[in-house]
């Protein structure tokens, strides 16, 4: 009997294996739900069974999805690696990417994706370009950057290319019980009079500050601190409130340090692009990398949708 069975549907199930839901599962395959669940429906009825419980938390694995599974982790990789392999045979694998940061919290998630890449591409010299960056896209022009971490990109700027990484809850942080944790969400009235606790950077890469406060009117006191840790301690302690990435602060609020709150009735949304240069743009292992920026991203990190 010809099976119907191919490698998206073993990159299907080992996506909805590693992200738990069919949503993120979805996400992490550029696919829509709805087409993630048809191919899922095929299987299932060529194989005359389930391969998972669909109310399951976390996700269980029937015994066929479990055979298959078996099947993705023995085949994919070995697929994986003549892909790069050939793509090094056609393209050649070496080169550097010096990578320049604007935001203070990126190394959460870069990192684990850095050590990723350093396993599968170990012929690519790969750096942090040193210091906060207010400019990183500038470095690419100036070439001493190849890729830049961004949180909003100039429709004007020329001469790189743009890659959608992922969206971003915004929280307020405040003192456990602050008056302000009373109410639904914060407006940008909220703010005025309290001391905004911010990380030392302009004011147009604030998102709380750009898109919030600056249309209102709203000027609040202000207190800088390089690290997220120092800002948690100034809000914990009373001394004002911050507002960080989810992503950022989840381990503080899981343990009670701060409290949090939610900015604007639908939320405040952040951004984050990579940015490279062209001739960067067309080197797989700059595509590899991204992906794995975004997957790495995804599945680890809170409040986070891929763009």
């Known amino acids: 009997m010809q099976t119907p069975?191919?490698?998206?549907?073993?990159?299907?199930?080992?996506?909805?294996?590693?992200?738990?839901?069919?949503?993120?599962?979805?996400?992490?395959?550029n696919l829509t739900q709805s087409a993630l669940s048809h191919q899922l429906k095929?299987?299932?009825?060529?194989?005359?069974?389930?391969?998972?419980?669909?109310?399951?938390?976390?996700l269980v694995f029937g015994v066929v999805g479990q055979r298959l599974l078996k099947l993705a982790d023995a085949v994919l990789p070995q697929v994986d690696e003549a892909?790069?392999?050939?793509?090094?045979?056609?393209?050649?694998?070496?080169g550097q990417?010096?990578?320049?940061?604007?935001?203070?919290?990126?190394?959460?998630?870069?990192?684990?994706?850095?050590?990723?890449?350093?396993?599968?591409?170990?012929?690519?010299?790969l750096d942090i370009v040193s210091g906060f960056q207010?400019?990183?896209?500038?470095?690419?022009?100036?070439?001493?950057?190849?890729?830049?971490i961004v949180s909003d990109v100039d429709a004007d700027e020329t001469g790189v290319v743009v890659h959608p990484l992922f969206s971003f809850e915004i929280v307020a942080l405040l003192p456990k019980g602050h008056a302000l944790l009373g109410k639904p969400w914060l407006d940008a009235a909220d703010f005025a009079g309290q001391t905004l606790i911010t990380y030392p950077v302009p004011d147009d890469m604030l998102d709380l500050v750009r898109r919030v406060l600056q249309p209102a009117g709203i000027t609040p006191p202000r207190r800088t601190s390089e690290l997220t840790v120092a800002m948690l301690q100034l809000v914990a302690s009373g001394r004002g409130i911050a507002a960080l990435p989810l992503w950022a602060v989840e381990g503080y609020l899981a343990r009670g340090y701060v409290a949090r709150q939610r900015i604007g009735e639908g939320g405040l949304t952040g951004r984050l692009y990579a940015v490279s240069t062209p001739g960067l743009a067309a080197k797989p292992f700059l595509a590899d990398f991204v992906r794995l920026m975004r997957e790495t991203s995804l599945l680890n990190l809170a409040g986070v949708s891929l763009l």
């Open 42 to 58: 095929g299987l299932e009825e060529h194989y005359g069974a389930e391969l998972f419980a669909r109310k399951s938390n976390p």
């Open 97 to 125: 990417l010096r990578i320049a940061v604007e935001c203070h919290t990126c190394f959460d998630w870069l990192m684990p994706a850095m050590d990723a890449f350093r396993e599968r591409w170990p012929e690519v010299e």
């Open 83 to 94: 892909d790069r392999d050939v793509r090094r045979l056609v393209d050649g694998s070496a």
């Open 134 to 148: 207010a400019d990183p896209v500038g470095l690419l022009h100036q070439d001493r950057a190849e890729l830049a």
């Open 5 to 29: 069975l191919e490698l998206r549907h073993l990159r299907t199930l080992a996506a909805l294996r590693e992200a738990g839901n069919l949503s993120r599962a979805a996400q992490l395959l």
